[in-house]
């Protein structure tokens, strides 16, 4: 049950399409008419009068009939209750599902607003909401309902939020709702104790704020940041208040000024269009005087141009950087790259001579609504097209990538501590980036993630055999940064058995890729010492080979090997020793190892000794009539650019075809390399060697000698 009360220091109105909406209803007014209830079964009670009209104003032929019956529910359960500041309690719900009508939200989603703290606060079951208003308005109140104290301790706080993201991957009003009710008892906020105060605040701050980002409510994040502002920060506040107060007695305008100067040129070019001044909320302000320091009177507000249709978006732009002096650097095209939260419009600046610079916003007046709305504003995005069921399971037409990464790795998180703490890390990142597959398909990521993410986005756990990556045709590092638009192809290994390097947490952005290297290392901790050499140097070799040389298991990325080994053990298949990777005519030995396979090293490999030493039974083997060969190179670099395309470039010259390829974090300025190559002929080793060494910032190549090489 919330018991806050009016807060006196609340910064102001939120500033979306504030000339249509309406001021705050009086909560002390809405109380006694709650009190009275309806008087007549026919007629609205006052207090839900309010909400109907808001309602209408967006959906004129929204039926009222199921929201006074969830009124009168609501107000006959909550009946009795006060909230700490004497209020009745049904005021909350009331409050709640006015800000939801103003901004636009279909009937079902106010139903259950009516109803949300019904079944948390009173006798009021699950099934009887279900009963009178409908399996949608019973999820969504589902959806929203804490989970108790008394079962779950300080568990219940995080549980109840992971609770509601699953319920909103399945229906995205229930966080609509959930917002709503958090700008209200932020609102109402100044009753409690200020310690009780920062904490809602801070919670606010790093997890409601941020969803309320990513779901494109901008009229309601604006307002939460600027609450949250005043309570965590009052000095700040207070000097920002006292900043734009000063601002507001200036005798001139110029933003004014500027707004004027822009309607006359559109005008002039017979574009109709709506010129307003979009007054900066604190916080904007805040963040503007810290980057630009002393603030002009330009800088207090933007000026949002309106028009009806999208190409009326880039005529509007054409027409003002003709006629003013555009700020080139400001101008962003989010038309026809819309952010990930739907946000679509042309921002631009221009300037006067006397250094002011405007900030202006073109868009037209459905993208204005879903701006300040976001997903609000898709009314009932589940609804068929027709009147026809749905089958299968409902999916958010908004397809949000970050929503469907949260769901997915809050089920590895193991604890609740873990999934609260990796939470607040995932919504602190606020931009994302899209990745393309080789095959077409695209993979949304946060900015800032690596190859390692992208990884674990595509395979799941199965990304432990990720071996490398090529990034826009080119061979990368699994650490290497992706950016918007990239191409990834991720090069996967065909060992079931791979496993993830420790390192790969130091480039692991996500919470998915985090979770499961972190959750692989738990269940695989370090046994040094315990292996000897043989076992170590027969997990580094490749797959096994039959006697003529064919690979047994042929994966994407392990191609015949056409080098022919030829062995003094009937029925015995042949497997190339990694550790020093024998190619003709290198002297060579094999030893009988499990399974029925003979490992094949060099005659002075490291390995040959300790096979010895384990007791392993040493085979003939010798060398056949084919020339092709598999081998294992280190290069060894000092870093610089492309030098990764130039090397991969020379080997290619060579005949050579890489199989595999890493690449390890730079280290003093110096890189270490290491490619499996096939070469049609084991005489091309030497030339390919050369070749590499002859690339610029190269100076060793080698091949691999002992399982530490």
Same mark, same amino acid.
């Given at each position: 049950?919330?018991?806050?009360?009016?807060?006196?220091?609340?910064?102001?109105?939120?500033?979306?399409?504030?000339?249509?909406?309406?001021?705050?209803?009086?909560?002390?007014?809405?109380?006694?008419?709650?009190?009275?209830?309806p008087?007549?079964?026919?007629?609205?009670?006052?207090?839900?009068?309010?909400?109907?009209?808001a309602?209408?104003?967006?959906h004129?032929d929204?039926?009222?009939e199921?929201?006074?019956?969830?009124?009168?529910?609501?107000?006959?359960?909550?009946?009795?209750?006060?909230?700490?500041?004497?209020?009745?309690?049904?005021?909350?719900?009331?409050?709640?599902?006015?800000?939801?009508?103003?901004l636009?939200?279909?009937?079902?989603?106010l139903t259950?607003?009516?109803l949300?703290?019904?079944?948390?606060d009173?006798?009021?079951t699950?099934?009887?909401?279900?009963e009178?208003f409908?399996?949608?308005?019973r999820?969504?109140?589902?959806?929203?309902?804490?989970?108790?104290?008394?079962?779950?301790?300080?568990?219940?706080?995080?549980?109840?939020?992971r609770?509601?993201?699953?319920?909103t991957?399945?229906?995205?009003?229930?966080?609509?709702?959930?917002?709503?009710?958090?700008?209200?008892?932020?609102?109402?906020?100044?009753?409690?104790?200020?310690?009780?105060?920062?904490?809602?605040?801070?919670v606010?701050?790093?997890?409601?704020?941020?969803?309320?980002?990513?779901?494109?409510?901008?009229?309601?994040?604006?307002e939460?940041?600027?609450?949250?502002?005043?309570?965590?920060?009052?000095?700040?506040?207070?000097?920002?208040?006292?900043?734009i107060?000063?601002?507001?007695?200036?005798?001139?305008?110029?933003?004014?000024?500027?707004?004027?100067?822009?309607?006359?040129?559109?005008?002039?070019a017979?574009?109709?269009?709506?010129?307003?001044?979009?007054?900066?909320?604190?916080?904007?302000?805040?963040?503007?005087?810290?980057k630009?320091?002393?603030?002009?009177?330009?800088?207090?507000?933007?000026?949002?141009?309106?028009?009806n249709?999208?190409?009326?978006?880039?005529?509007?732009?054409?027409?003002?950087?003709?006629?003013?002096?555009?700020?080139?650097?400001?101008?962003?095209?989010?038309?026809a790259?819309?952010?990930?939260n739907?946000?679509?419009?042309l921002?631009?600046?221009?300037?006067r001579?006397?250094?002011q610079?405007?900030?202006?916003?073109?868009r037209?007046?459905?993208?204005?609504?879903?701006?300040?709305?976001?997903? %609000?504003?898709?009314?009932n995005?589940?609804? +068929?097209?027709? /009147?026809?069921?749905? =089958? #299968?399971? !409902? @999916?958010?037409?908004? &397809?949000p990538?970050?929503?469907?990464?949260?769901?997915?790795?809050?089920?590895?998180?193991?604890?609740?501590?873990?999934?609260?703490?990796?939470l607040?890390?995932?919504?602190?990142?606020?931009?994302?980036i899209?990745?393309?597959?080789?095959d077409?398909g695209?993979l949304?990521?946060?900015?800032?993630?690596?190859?390692?993410?992208?990884?674990?986005?595509?395979?799941?756990?199965?990304?432990?055999?990720?071996?490398?990556?090529?990034?826009?045709?080119?061979?990368?590092?699994?650490?290497?940064?992706?950016?918007?638009?990239?191409?990834?192809?991720?090069?996967?290994?065909?060992?079931?058995?791979?496993?993830?390097?420790?390192?790969?947490?130091?480039?692991?952005?996500?919470?998915?890729?985090r979770?499961? %290297?972190?959750?692989?290392?738990?269940?695989? +901790?370090?046994? /040094?010492?315990?292996? =000897? #050499?043989? !076992? @170590?140097?027969?997990? &580094?070799?490749?797959?096994?080979?039959?006697?003529?040389?064919?690979?047994l298991?042929?994966?994407p990325?392990v191609?015949?090997?056409?080098?022919?080994?030829?062995?003094?053990?009937?029925?015995?298949t042949?497997?190339?020793?990694?550790?020093c990777?024998?190619?003709?005519p290198?002297?060579?030995?094999?030893?009988?190892?499990?399974?029925?396979?003979?490992?094949?090293?060099?005659?002075g490999?490291?390995?040959v000794?300790?096979?010895?030493?384990?007791?392993?039974?040493?085979?003939?083997?010798?060398?056949?009539?084919?020339t092709?060969?598999?081998?294992?190179?280190?290069?060894?670099?000092?870093?610089r650019?492309?030098?990764?395309?130039?090397?991969?470039?020379a080997?290619?010259?060579?005949?050579?075809? %890489?199989?595999?390829?890493?690449?390890e974090? +730079?280290?003093?300025?110096?890189?270490r390399?290491?490619?499996?190559?096939?070469?049609?002929?084991?005489?091309l080793?030497?030339a390919?060697?050369?070749?590499?060494?002859?690339?610029?910032?190269?100076?060793?190549?080698?091949?691999?000698?002992?399982?530490?090489?």
């Amino acid at each position: 049950m919330s018991a806050e009360a009016t807060n006196p220091a609340t910064p102001g109105p939120v500033t979306g399409p504030a000339a249509r909406w309406r001021a705050r209803i009086d909560l002390r007014r809405l109380g006694r008419a709650a009190l009275l209830g309806p008087a007549a079964r026919d007629r609205l009670p006052d207090a839900i009068s309010h909400v109907v009209e808001a309602h209408r104003a967006h959906h004129p032929d929204a039926d009222r009939e199921i929201l006074r019956r969830a009124y009168v529910l609501a107000e006959s359960s909550h009946r009795g209750q006060m909230r700490k500041s004497g209020e009745p309690y049904i005021t909350h719900p009331l409050a709640v599902t006015l800000i939801l009508a103003e901004l636009g939200a279909e009937t079902t989603t106010l139903t259950a607003s009516l109803l949300h703290d019904t079944v948390e606060d009173t006798d009021v079951t699950l099934d009887q909401v279900g009963e009178q208003f409908g399996a949608e308005v019973r999820y969504l109140v589902d959806g929203v309902t804490k989970l108790e104290k008394v079962d779950y301790g300080a568990a219940a706080e995080p549980e109840t939020f992971r609770k509601m993201l699953v319920a909103t991957g399945s229906d995205v009003r229930v966080m609509s709702i959930k917002l709503a009710d958090r700008l209200h008892n932020m609102r109402t906020l100044g009753v409690m104790r200020p310690e009780k105060q920062a904490r809602i605040a801070k919670v606010t701050r790093d997890v409601l704020i941020p969803l309320a980002e990513r779901l494109g409510v901008q009229a309601l994040k604006t307002e939460l940041e600027d609450l949250v502002f005043a309570i965590l920060h009052p000095e700040e506040y207070e000097h920002t208040r006292e900043l734009i107060v000063d601002n507001a007695s200036r005798a001139d305008d110029p933003l004014a000024e500027i707004a004027d100067e822009v309607r006359g040129v559109l005008r002039d070019a017979d574009i109709q269009a709506e010129v307003v001044i979009r007054p900066r909320h604190f916080v904007s302000v805040h963040r503007v005087a810290r980057k630009r320091g002393q603030l002009r009177g330009a800088d207090f507000g933007r000026l949002l141009v309106l028009v009806n249709e999208d190409a009326d978006c880039y005529g509007v732009l054409g027409e003002l950087h003709t006629c003013l002096t555009p700020v080139v650097s400001e101008f962003k095209d989010f038309i026809a790259v819309p952010k990930f939260n739907l946000y679509q419009s042309l921002h631009t600046a221009v300037a006067r001579g006397d250094g002011q610079v405007a900030e202006v916003l073109i868009r037209t007046h459905q993208m204005h609504k879903v701006a300040e709305a976001g997903v %609000i504003a898709l009314g009932n995005p589940y609804a +068929p097209p027709s /009147e026809e069921p749905v =089958d #299968g399971e !409902r @999916e958010d037409p908004t &397809r949000p990538g970050w929503l469907s990464r949260l769901l997915d790795w809050q089920e590895a998180a193991p604890d609740p501590d873990t999934f609260w703490s990796t939470l607040r890390e995932d919504l602190a990142q606020d931009r994302e980036i899209t990745v393309y597959r080789p095959d077409g398909g695209t993979l949304g990521l946060p900015e800032g993630a690596t190859c390692v993410d992208a990884a674990y986005a595509q395979y799941g756990e199965d990304a432990h055999a990720c071996i490398g990556a090529r990034v826009n045709g080119r061979l990368a590092t699994l650490s290497t940064v992706l950016r918007d638009g990239d191409t990834v192809q991720l090069l996967m290994g065909q060992d079931p058995a791979s496993e993830p390097s420790r390192e790969w947490l130091e480039h692991a952005h996500t919470p998915a890729a985090r979770i499961a %290297i972190q959750r692989w290392i738990a269940t695989h +901790p370090t046994h /040094e010492g315990t292996q =000897d #050499g043989a !076992r @170590e140097a027969e997990e &580094r070799e490749p797959a096994p080979r039959s006697a003529a040389g064919a690979p047994l298991a042929d994966g994407p990325l392990v191609r015949p090997g056409g080098t022919d080994v030829l062995v003094d053990q009937p029925g015995a298949t042949v497997r190339l020793a990694g550790c020093c990777t024998p190619v003709p005519p290198d002297d060579i030995t094999g030893f009988a190892v499990r399974g029925g396979v003979v490992t094949v090293h060099r005659v002075g490999c490291a390995g040959v000794a300790r096979m010895k030493d384990a007791g392993r039974t040493e085979v003939g083997v010798r060398w056949g009539d084919t020339t092709g060969c598999r081998v294992t190179l280190f290069a060894e670099s000092f870093g610089r650019p492309h030098l990764l395309a130039d090397l991969t470039e020379a080997m290619a010259l060579e005949g050579a075809e %890489i199989v595999s390829a890493t690449v390890e974090p +730079p280290s003093q300025q110096r890189v270490r390399h290491t490619y499996t190559v096939q070469l049609p002929d084991a005489a091309l080793l030497p030339a390919l060697m050369r070749a590499m060494r002859n690339v610029p910032g190269v100076y060793d190549v080698s091949r691999a000698q002992t399982p530490g090489a």
